[in-house]
T-cell receptor
Framework: DVKVTQSSRYLVKRTGEKVFLECVQDMDHENMFWYRQDPGLGLRLIYFSYDVKMKEKGDIPEGYSVSREKKERFSLILESASTNQTSMYLC?????????????FGDGTRLSIL | QKEVEQNSGPLSVPEGAIASLNCTYSDRGSQSFFWYRQYSGKSPELIMSIYSNGDKEDGRFTAQLNKASQYVSLLIRDSQPSDSATYLCAVGPSNSGYALNFGKGTSLLVTP
């Protein structure tokens, strides 16, 4: 079975802090994604990566950055956390293929910014 | 922007009935389609993939695809209260994109 592991299930941070969310997958997937999910807004893509050190902006990249130094690990960084970044953050991964492969999700991180 | 539309619900069905969940999409060239189930407070879980027109069955689940009408559906037979969840439709892009396009989901409630 595919295993996508997110470092924290729940996280509370203060405004202005730099926040790191970590994601690791064990299936040798080339593609990795970060989403946030808010009530009524659905899943929104923040960033994705199709290879090591490669990254592409999604629909809502503002206020975020990412890092992919190793194939299995994809990190999301909130440069200076703000209250409007309180959300459920979901990491996903998939095999290489131009959008024709299913994505497998981690358990999510519920992040609260106070 | 590629659109994936779902009725938000809630769709309420009695236990044992067939639940029918529908999804339309705007990207005419899409070739891959997925259904995810998401329980409240949990992450989406892949339950069905379909790539060709017609029906694909897996246990109590049947996915139906009609590319000409740009329509994909999920049927759940013998619905159980444990099927109560939000169901997300996801569509693969036809261009060089890597990310699936997700609908906002349909909430299903199966009542005993």
């Amino acid at each position: 079975d595919v295993k996508v592991t997110q470092s924290s299930r729940y996280l509370v941070k203060r405004t202005g802090e730099k926040v790191f969310l970590e994601c690791v997958q064990d299936m040798d997937h080339e593609n990795m994604f970060w989403y946030r999910q808010d009530p009524g807004l659905g899943l929104r893509l923040i960033y994705f990566s199709y290879d090591v050190k490669m990254k592409e902006k999604g629909d809502i990249p503002e206020g975020y950055s990412v890092s992919r130094e190793k194939k299995e690990r994809f990190s999301l960084i909130l440069e200076s956390a703000s209250t409007n970044q309180t959300s459920m953050y979901l990491c996903a991964s998939s095999f290489r293929g131009l959008g024709n492969q299913p994505q497998h999700f981690g358990d999510g991180t519920r992040l609260s910014i106070l | 922007q590629k659109e994936v539309e779902q009725n938000s619900g809630p769709l309420s069905v009695p236990e044992g009935a067939i639940a029918s969940l529908n999804c339309t999409y705007s990207d005419r060239g899409s070739q891959s389609f997925f259904w995810y189930r998401q329980y409240s407070g949990k992450s989406p879980e892949l339950i069905m993939s379909i790539y060709s027109n017609g029906d694909k069955e897996d246990g109590r689940f049947t996915a139906q695809l009609n590319k000409a009408s740009q329509y994909v559906s999920l049927l759940i037979r013998d619905s159980q209260p444990s099927d109560s969840a939000t169901y997300l439709c996801a569509v693969g892009p036809s261009n060089s994109g890597y990310a699936l396009n997700f609908g906002k989901g349909t909430s299903l409630l199966v009542t005993p």
